[in-house]
């Protein structure tokens, strides 16, 4: 079936300095236009009051691209950009229009390397893949071409969450067993990720999977797959917190501490102006101000208590890193572009959780921690944003939200989940080392990323693509958060960050493994593990 409104017509010269720098405005990255088809102008901004529009990224929905992409036009897109040595980085389709628009226009989005693609040679690259699109009767879908690269985002026991009223909640998610752990390779602390998700063996070992370049450097001449198949064998330990995630946490507590006794301060000079009379107010009113004062310090008073000994004891019993080491990897395949019938990333490590970092009591199983800083009412409605989809999600009591099951290959492609607008789009969060709990949209087509590496050889692999909520939300991943588990609004595996793309970080899209593929190749290596999680007393 073809698209319903056909245009073939190009813009007939290249674009000048200004749209290329604005032409994406409001999005992470700030990525730099190269060509585009399509007549419709860009429109300089003019006069006192005028400002650029901000644009964001939308998933595509139903559309008849979707039939033709995956398995036929990527690939005779790739042979173009091929056939005229263009060095491009990734092949996503979006949708990208005005923040404020109801419905925004399909685009073949072509990232090329940064200072590699000429703007003249650039349009009739996206001439000759629109004159592609219209021949499979796509005629309603424009191509643009952009500077975008692709990232690896690689930037004692574990404690039991406590409850949202104890003010350490949110500063102690990091020590918990929840998802999202910072961690690093102990021999390399400079390198740091995210830990992705849970599995457990027949034996009740537990395990934590994230991705291989988290935990081993990035290199083809050291690239083989990686077994620890006994205790006499050397390990490759595996750290909560690098170098750097550990300053910024003891930074961030003592923060908190500090903010604290300004509170104080103010509260009690808050106070004494009451109980003075200092400020014009009647009896009752400065009975009832000084009331309030001394109820905060009281609450700041106690709250202070808290974050001081959650410092001591993690200054005295964490510092050291031999002392923050949770486990070893066991196996680790090598990584490999175009893994399996599918083609994805195969970029994964196993790592052994030592029994003595963690018991059944503290252990909260595949589980995310969302935390006190997006309300219960906010975090359903940016979840759930049609009615419609939640009539059966509850809120969790304790803040954990528990993950069971896995989003297959065809929810990925064909969601059953409505956003806002009534169209289908898989609505997904996730919590990592760097950006935190963020929430984001799945795009239901998926992404082609080229590897470029240092022997000269190019690989391209398939990608699952997610893009920001929306312009205000903030990038859904950035550097550090590799390895992070992608999780969807029904509480599913989805699957692994292993990558960004954009022109800078915060990057514009996150590239993710599905959850599925991992679980199959841990069970063609002889792996019988579930992501049903569990430990016993």
Same mark, same amino acid.
């Given at each position: 079936m073809a698209s319903p409104k056909s245009t073939t017509s190009s813009l007939p010269h290249p674009i000048s300095d200004l749209e290329a720098k604005h032409y994406y405005h409001g999005l992470y990255s700030k990525p730099v236009l190269i060509a585009r088809t399509g007549n419709d102008p860009w429109e300089r901004p003019t006069g006192l009051w005028s400002y650029l529009r901000p644009k964001e990224l939308r998933t595509v929905g139903n559309h008849p691209l979707k039939a033709v992409w995956e398995d036929n036009l990527a690939f005779q897109i790739h042979d173009i950009l091929e056939s005229k040595g263009v060095e491009w980085t990734s092949t996503d389709v979006a949708r990208i229009g005005f923040v404020e628009e109801s419905v925004t226009p399909v685009r073949i989005w072509i990232g090329v390397k940064p200072n590699t693609l000429s703007r003249e040679d650039g349009l009739t690259v996206a001439k000759e893949c629109k004159q592609l699109l219209v021949a499979n009767k796509i005629l309603d879908v424009e191509v643009e071409i952009r500077e975008s690269v692709v990232t690896r985002y690689i930037s004692t026991k574990l404690r039991k969450p406590v409850r949202s009223i104890d003010p350490t909640a949110e500063l102690l998610e990091p020590l918990t067993s929840t998802l999202g752990p910072f961690i690093c390779n102990a021999s390399t602390p400079w390198a740091e990720g995210t830990g992705g998700f849970y599995v457990t063996d027949d034996k009740s070992n537990l395990y934590l999977v994230t991705a291989r370049h988290v935990v081993f450097k990035q290199d083809q001449d050291n690239n083989d797959m990686y077994e620890c198949k006994n205790s006499s064998e050397p390990r490759v330990d595996i750290a909560l917190f690098g170098t750097a995630a550990f300053t910024n946490y003891v930074k961030q507590i003592k923060h908190v501490i500090e903010a604290q006794n300004v509170k104080i301060e103010f509260e009690e000079r808050r106070a004494k102006e009451a109980a003075e009379g200092d400020n014009g107010m009647d009896i009752d009113e400065a009975m009832e101000e000084h009331a309030d004062a001394e109820r905060l310090i009281t609450e700041a008073k106690d709250a202070t208590v808290a974050f001081e000994k959650l410092y001591d004891d993690v200054v005295k019993g964490w510092s050291n890193i031999e002392n923050r080491v949770l486990g070893f990897v066991v196996f680790s395949p090598p990584i490999e572009i175009r893994a399996g019938p599918n083609n994805y990333t195969q970029d994964y490590a196993l790592i052994r959780i030592d029994s003595s970092k963690i018991d059944a009591a503290s252990f909260t199983g595949n589980a995310i921690d969302l935390g006190t800083k997006i309300p219960s009412h906010k975090f359903r409605r940016l979840m759930f944003p049609q009615h419609t989809n939640s009539h059966t999600f509850k809120y969790p009591a304790n803040r954990l939200f528990k993950v069971q099951g896995m989003v297959l290959d065809k929810e990925m492609r064909h969601p059953t989940i409505m956003d806002e607008n009534g169209g289908p789009c898989l609505l997904v969060m996730k919590r990592g080392n760097t950006t935190g709990l963020t929430v984001g949209r799945a795009n239901d087509i998926l992404s082609f990323v080229r590897n470029y590496f240092d022997?000269?050889? $190019?690989?391209?692999?398939?990608?699952?693509?997610? *893009?920001?909520?929306?312009?205000?939300? %903030? &990038?859904?991943?950035?550097? %550090?958060?590799?390895?992070?588990?992608?999780?969807?609004? +029904? %509480?599913?595996?989805?699957? +692994?960050? /292993?990558?960004?793309?954009?022109? $800078?970080? &915060?990057?514009?899209? @996150? *590239?993710? $493994? &599905?959850?599925?593929?991992? $679980?199959?190749?841990?069970?063609?290596?002889?792996?019988?593990?579930? /992501?049903?999680? /569990?430990? @016993?007393?």
């Open positions: 022997n000269g050889e $190019t690989k391209t692999s398939k990608e699952w693509a997610i *893009y920001p909520y929306d312009n205000r939300s %903030g &990038p859904f991943a950035a550097k %550090g958060d590799s390895g992070s588990a992608i999780v969807d609004c +029904l %509480g599913r595996l989805g699957g +692994l960050i /292993t990558a960004g793309g954009g022109l $800078t970080d &915060p990057s514009d899209i @996150t *590239y993710a $493994t &599905p959850i599925s593929f991992i $679980t199959g190749s841990l069970k063609a290596n002889g792996y019988k593990v579930t /992501t049903e999680a /569990t430990l @016993t007393a």
